[in-house]
């Protein structure tokens, strides 16, 4: 036995391996070998550290999901993305400790590691169609005629928005549920259609799985996943390409996440290719693999640590750095409290700096929350219209001429202040909140309600229930200019806590020379 050793370790790396040293290489077990004790404590070491942190980043993930940093992502397809990679991760370390039944590392191999690839893509299909439905937002409110015109016979953007919302939800649900489900099924139907892939893969009973892999044993079950990582790697270049043109406001954000992953999965698929091709032998009689190819088969487990450590490397980056971001960030906000520029006094002088507001708008498009800008300069829109009536007013009354103010042409106003979104600051504006809303300009509250706080709007914002209760409540009675300033309060509160802290730490000294 110990000669027959030396004689396929006194090969060189690459010299091709005799039939005797190949075969003694196809017997040799890893569980059952005392010469492997060392790389099984290992792989326990390394298996109980990954639990750990899965656990705890796992914990800290849900305990933060209502902070801006984890909803950004999307909570609950990020969660469960999460949930499916730690199974997985935590899956492929058994294998390396204790002998597992064939079922078991089918399901690790052929739906876990399906399903965390297929929630990736879905994640990262979600970046993109939400970055270019951000983008179609500001287009679509900025184009958007007010209510005023009845006779607009396309489809209204507060019908067509949220449709392509439920689209996007819905293409994503099929990517998750349709190729784990076609994986399962054909791995049912090879099961009970091939009886030599029965006789190898016993339910229940135990195998060391290195060495079923180096026998190629129940190969036939793992074929839907060749296919697959062919189709893989043809999304991967897809979607690296797609992720080239979206701009991200995090230097290690969403985009940088979905990139690296896409990457080390296109080479991890062709690596493990390469393995599986140059490490094994099913003609007898055809020459032998190098030695090289085998060390390598055995050191990443026939390829499976591969994927082992790709998954661990998906989990860290969707959950686990997104937590550490969110105490980075309230680290540096508590460091910064005492910079006048922090505060929210300073907040409403860039809000009311047309340039800054244009700035703050490109970092919401990244960001997935342009609402909120869209929500501020439309606002600003309604103010300066309901000013602008107290002038044409105040100047009928004077001239004793009331067609100054019914001849007034206030839609040609409106639509001057939409398509420039270039507003002076409100310091300039003064207004009793609790005046009625003229009639004049009633069909521009109107509009702003089904754009922005309607369930249905293109663009609405995310308000406390209680808010919407109100601004509906008053719409349908008695509206007063004021009726969106408690929402108005909601979303520049929202703006100040999520994406003002990263316009401060891109254009601090900008903004510093632009407001004095």
Known sequence: MFKEKRSLENLKMFDEVDIESFNKYLSEPFIDNNENKIERRIYLIIDIIFNIFAL????????????????????????AGGIVTYLSGFMSFIPQLVKTTCLTNVFQANILNTIAICIFFSRSLRIILYYHYNIFKVTSIKKKRSNVNYNIRTIEPNYYLPRITKKIKNIISLIIIVPPTIALIACIVIYINNEHVRENCIPFKLYDTLLVLKNNKGTELFEIIKIYGIIYNIICVINTIALFYIKDANKYGAKFECLSVTILLFLANIANSFIQVKSSVKDPNSSKPLKIYLKIFEKTKGGRMIFAVIIIYMFFMSIT???????????????????PMSSIQYFYKVLNTPSLVNE??????????????????NYQILQTMAYRYQIELKKAQEQGDARILTQYDFEGYYQKQVQSFSVSSM??????????????????????????IDFNGPAVVNLMGSTIRTIFRQLSTCPTIGIYDFAKNEVVELMYSSIYPILLRNNKKHMAHTLG
């Open 56 to 79: 705890v980043s796992l914990f800290f993930f849900i305990k933060l999901r209502k902070s801006y940093i984890i909803r950004q992502r999307g909570f609950g397809l990020t969660f």
């Open 321 to 339: 750095v997104p937590v550490i971001q969110y105490y980075m960030a309230k680290k540096v906000k508590n460091e910064y409290f005492q910079d």
């Open 427 to 452: 310091d300039d504006y003064s207004y009793d909140p609790n005046t009625p809303v003229p009639k004049e300009i009633l069909p521009y509250y109107t509009s702003f309600y089904y754009m922005f």
């Open 360 to 377: 703050l708008r490109d970092i919401a498009i990244k960001e997935f929350c342009v609402e909120n800008v869209l929500f501020w300069e």
